[in-house]
């Protein structure tokens, strides 16, 4: 894991990615995404970052300053992204969630 927020927010973009892609959908199937960090001062840089990753319209996003991350971490997103061919199976794997 990266030891700055900038470097955290790379990694846990790339692994969104991976795990959309391997389920058949790309980042701008994302709809939603829940972003946790431990310093609200560097949100301007994060917000950069974070943009990069997603064309527009960007996703929906809720941003959240907490005391603390599991081991350490800086970062965590939560993102639900829909599958496509999958919006007809509501509940059944239509969208696919990582926390990261």
């Known amino acids: 894991m ?8 790379r990694q846990v973009l790339a692994n969104i990615e991976a795990i959309v ?3 058949g ?9 829940t972003v946790l960090v431990t310093d609200l001062s560097k ?9 990069a ?3 527009m319209p960007c ?3 809720a941003t959240y300053q907490v005391a ?8 965590e997103i939560d993102a639900i992204a829909v599958i496509p061919g999958e919006a007809d199976h ?3 794997g239509s969208c696919a969630a990582a926390a990261l």
Do not use: H, W
């Open 2 to 9: 990266a030891s700055d927020a900038e470097g955290q927010m």
């Open 90 to 92: 509501a509940c059944k």
């Open 25 to 33: 959908a790309k980042m701008s199937d994302v709809l939603k995404t």
């Open 68 to 75: 603390a991350l599991p081991m350490g971490a800086q970062v």
């Open 43 to 51: 949100f301007k840089q994060l917000n950069e970052i974070y943009a």
């Open 59 to 61: 996703p929906a996003r």
């Open 21 to 23: 892609t391997a389920a």
């Open 53 to 55: 990753a997603f064309s």
